[in-house]
Structure formats: structure tokens, C-alpha cells
């Protein structure tokens, strides 16, 4: 058999986790079997397990795809002029426009993460990541003088995420909910929080104003 080419070898590595993302949605992680997502993904399970060789080495795939994913994001939030403006927007991305089998996938990875430790491992892997990421963007922030927060920015990061999984698990169980409109008494609290500075003070000053208008 000839050896695929790197970029065949790794769309399909793609096309296998989106598969493993939609029947452990769908089905759930124990329900799931491997043979349901080299079906879902078109692949025999002999090439599923050429990439793959369980359950638990697929969740650590999706997670490690949504960490490169999540530290690009975290790169653009950086340099973002308005920086709750631009959390906002990321919130909106993934509590509005992705589909809410994103969501729910979530909240399947975290119950497993309840009783299987190495899924566990995994979960608590990309919290850590997520908390991190968001503590190191508050305290970049402070330094730089684009906030001044009463809290500590640690706590902050910890609110944010509280209030994210919130969000992720309403909209993973009430497909009437609509998160666009919550999303500014949100931003309204974490602006709170964070006391931008400077024209970024100004901007939030306006958007809490539309708010409540």
C-alpha cells in the first residue's frame, strides 16, 4: 500500500476527530464505539487505529486540537485594543455561532472526566490550559496599564471560566437559549471586574449605557 502523503494523513486525522466529536455527542463516550467513528469518519478501523488506539487517545486529540486552537485565540486577545469587547466576541463564537453539539460534548467529556482518570487527566489539562491563558492575559493587561482591577487577576480568570461553563452547559441542555442576549450583562460583569483604563474605559462606558437603554 502506498505511504499517504503528510497533508492526506493529517486531513484525515481531522476527519477522524471530527467524527469522534459527533458520535460521542450524539451517543455518548461509552456508547460510542470505535467501529461508529471510523464509519462516521469513512475510514476502515484498521486506519482508525493506525491514528488512534482508544476512546481516551481520541479525546486527548480533540483536546490537544482545541489547545492549538485556543492559544491562537488567546494570541489575538493580546493585542486587542478593546479587550472585553474582544472576549466578548470569542464568547460569542463559542456559546452562539458554533453548534450546540460543541456543547455538548463538553459536558460529556467533563462527566466521564468523573469517573475515568485518564480522561480526567486530559480535562483537568485543558481547565489548567484555559485558566492560565486567561490569568496571563489579565496580568499582560495590568502591567501594560489597560486595566486596573480590584481583584487578583487569578480570580478573575476563575469567574470568567465559572460563568463560561454556565453558559456552555445551558446551551448544551435548552435549545431555546439564547446566549447572544445575555452575552452583554456578561460583559457588562467582567468589565466590572476588569475597570478597563484609558479610551477602552470610554467604550465600556458606552456599551453598559446601550445596555441598559
Same mark, same amino acid.
Given at each position: 500500500?502506498?505511504?499517504?502523503?503528510? #497533508?492526506?494523513?493529517?486531513?484525515?486525522?481531522?476527519?477522524? =476527530? @471530527?467524527? !469522534?466529536? !459527533?458520535?460521542?455527542?450524539?451517543?455518548?463516550? +461509552?456508547?460510542?464505539?470505535?467501529?461508529?467513528?471510523? /464509519?462516521?469518519?469513512?475510514? *476502515?478501523?484498521?486506519?482508525? $487505529?493506525?491514528?488512534?488506539? /482508544?476512546?481516551?487517545?481520541?479525546?486527548? &486529540?480533540?483536546?490537544?486540537?482545541?489547545? #492549538?486552537?485556543?492559544?491562537?485565540?488567546?494570541? &489575538?486577545?493580546?493585542?486587542?485594543?478593546?479587550?472585553?469587547?474582544? %472576549?466578548?466576541?470569542?464568547?460569542? +463564537? $463559542?456559546?452562539?455561532?458554533?453548534?450546540? $453539539?460543541?456543547?455538548?460534548?463538553?459536558?460529556?467529556? &467533563?462527566?466521564?472526566?468523573?469517573?475515568?482518570?485518564?480522561?480526567?487527566? %486530559?480535562?483537568? *489539562?485543558? @481547565?489548567?490550559?484555559? =485558566?492560565? &491563558?486567561?490569568?496571563? =492575559?489579565?496580568?499582560?493587561?495590568?502591567?501594560?496599564?489597560?486595566?486596573?482591577?480590584?481583584?487578583?487577576?487569578?480570580?478573575?480568570?476563575?469567574?470568567?471560566?465559572?460563568?463560561? @461553563?454556565? =453558559?456552555?452547559?445551558?446551551?448544551?441542555?435548552?435549545?431555546?437559549?439564547?446566549?447572544?442576549?445575555?452575552?452583554?450583562? %456578561?460583559?457588562?460583569?467582567?468589565?466590572?471586574?476588569?475597570?478597563?483604563?484609558?479610551?477602552?474605559?470610554?467604550?465600556? *462606558?458606552?456599551?453598559? /449605557?446601550?445596555? +441598559?437603554?
Amino acid at each position: 500500500m502506498p505511504r499517504l502523503k503528510p #497533508s492526506t494523513q493529517a486531513a484525515r486525522r481531522e476527519r477522524i =476527530l @471530527d467524527a !469522534a466529536e !459527533a458520535c460521542f455527542a450524539r451517543a455518548g463516550f +461509552h456508547r460510542t464505539t470505535m467501529q461508529d467513528i471510523a /464509519s462516521g469518519a469513512g475510514v *476502515s478501523l484498521g486506519a482508525l $487505529y493506525v491514528y488512534f488506539k /482508544s476512546k481516551e487517545a481520541l479525546i486527548a &486529540g480533540i483536546a490537544e486540537r482545541d489547545r #492549538s486552537k485556543l492559544q491562537r485565540e488567546f494570541a &489575538g486577545l493580546a493585542d486587542a485594543p478593546d479587550l472585553v469587547a474582544a %472576549i466578548g466576541k470569542l464568547g460569542e +463564537h $463559542y456559546t452562539v455561532e458554533e453548534p450546540q $453539539y460543541k456543547r455538548v460534548l463538553c459536558l460529556e467529556i &467533563g462527566v466521564e472526566a468523573t469517573r475515568n482518570e485518564a480522561v480526567g487527566q %486530559i480535562f483537568r *489539562s485543558v @481547565d489548567r490550559f484555559v =485558566l492560565d &491563558g486567561f490569568a496571563q =492575559l489579565f496580568e499582560r493587561a495590568r502591567a501594560d496599564g489597560r486595566i486596573a482591577p480590584a481583584l487578583d487577576t487569578r480570580t478573575i480568570a476563575m469567574v470568567l471560566a465559572v460563568l463560561g @461553563d454556565g =453558559l456552555f452547559w445551558r446551551r448544551a441542555i435548552d435549545p431555546d437559549f439564547d446566549a447572544k442576549a445575555v452575552m452583554p450583562t %456578561i460583559l457588562a460583569i467582567l468589565g466590572g471586574m476588569l475597570n478597563p483604563t484609558g479610551a477602552a474605559a470610554q467604550t465600556q *462606558s458606552e456599551r453598559s /449605557s446601550e445596555t +441598559h437603554a
